[in-house]
Each structure stands twice: as C-alpha cells, then as structure tokens.
C-alpha cells in the first residue's frame, strides 16, 4: 500500500490559517470515513487530532478542523499558534483492512 | 487513564530476531484492536501491524509481511511484536497503539527504540 500524500512542509504566521492536504485512492481515503489526523511535537508520541474525518477528540482547540472531498481529506488549523508547530500525519483505513498513513507535513509559525 | 508502555527495544545484530512488548491500562484491553506503528529516525509514521480484539484477525503492511508476528495476550493486558532477520531499515522508534470504536488509532505509547547495528 502506497503512503498517503501529503504536502512536505506548510508554514504561516502567528493568526493566520493554514490547510495540510491528504490524497489517498478509492481504496483508502475515499472509500471510507476513517479518515484520522495526528499531530506530533519533537521527540513525543503522536496525539489524535480529528477522527471520522471532521470529529474533534476532547480537549482538542476548535482551531482544528478537517473535511474530505473525493479522494482528498484536509486538516485546517486557524488562529495559528506557536505551540501548533508540529509534525502533522493523516492516516485512513483500508480496503485492505490495514491502516496508511501520509508522509507527514512540517508546519512552521513564522 | 489509558496507558501503553512499550518495552523490549534495545540495539541488535543484523540478522537476528526481537520482540517487543506493550502494556496496557486504562481501558478494557480485551475490547479493543491493536497496532504497532514504526517511525525511522527523521522519517513518517509507517503502519506496521493490526490485531483483532480478541487476536483472531491480524493484518500486516506489505513491507514487514512474513518477518513480523503481532500477537496479544488478554490475560496480561499485553501486546507483543516478534521481529524476525532484523536489518538496518528496521531501525526506528516502535509504538504500540490502541483503536477507538472505529478502527482508527486515537492513543500511543512513548515508544521503544529498535537500533539494529553491528
């Protein structure tokens, strides 16, 4: 199964919006609404962010949000925050029964 | 609250076999699919493996097929991952992690690190 793809690197300033894009296939992405994002500071564990597409876990600013059109799912982070600065992974199940993920993209707060 | 505590990591000859264990609490492990996660130094997040609840179903990512086994025990709320003819790509950070209702990764351990050097 082929990684999901996502953009290397997005960056904004203090404020301001930003949109991490992920395509799949039909097989993953857009064929399901297990579409999850994850957000991972330095030398830490990943932490959920979005679930089912759109779902935000508890805890989780309101800043984060993320939809699917087709074969492509998008996480949008408004308000930009320094401690936003992270790298962010999307990840869908598969027909497969299997998980992927994308490669990662690395948000700068200028 | 849910805690994942991998173990096992450590530096290991080429060739040769490992195995990672993960403990868990903070949930009802016996209710939820399990995963191990893979991430090399300065690289994404590589999907390894996925057990079934109750270890009936397991699925494996196409590049670790036939040299890794995830297996689970419920009575010791522990999940294992045996590796096998290790080499250098298997270097890396390994996470266990737990599914949600759906089947989609919402809590990891910190994470055991695997260096497979000579």
């Known amino acids: 199964q082929s990684a999901l793809t996502q953009p290397a690197s997005v960056s904004g300033s203090p404020g301001q919006s930003i949109t991490i894009s992920c395509t799949g296939t039909n097989s993953d992405v857009g064929g399901y609404n297990f579409v999850s994002w994850y957000q991972q500071h330095p030398g830490k564990a990943p932490k959920l962010m979005i679930y089912e597409v759109s779902n935000r876990p508890s805890g989780v600013p309101d800043r984060f949000s993320a939809s699917k059109s087709g074969n492509t799912a998008s996480l949008t982070i408004s308000g930009l925050q320094a401690e936003d600065e992270a790298d962010y992974y999307c990840?869908?199940?598969?027909?497969?029964?299997?998980?992927?993920f994308g490669g990662g993209t690395k948000l700068t707060v200028l | 609250q849910v805690q994942l505590v991998e173990s096992g990591g450590g530096v290991v000859q080429p060739g040769r076999s490992l195995r990672l264990a993960c403990a868990a609490s903070?949930?009802?492990?016996?209710?939820?699919?399990m995963h191990w996660v893979r991430q090399a130094p300065g690289k994404g997040l590589e999907w390894l493996a996925v057990?079934?609840?109750?270890?009936?179903?397991?699925y494996y990512g196409d590049s670790v097929k036939g040299r890794l086994t995830i297996s689970r025990d419920n009575s010791k709320n522990t999940l294992y991952l045996q590796m096998n003819s290790l080499g250098a790509e298997d270097t890396g950070v390994y996470y266990c992690a737990k599914d949600r209702t759906t089947p989609e990764i919402d809590y990891w351990g910190q994470g055991t690190l695997v260096t497979v050097s000579s």
């Open positions: 903070g949930f009802t492990f016996s209710r939820r699919g």
């Open positions: 990840s869908s199940y598969t027909s497969a029964t299997t998980r992927v």
């Open positions: 057990i079934s609840y109750d270890g009936s179903d397991k």
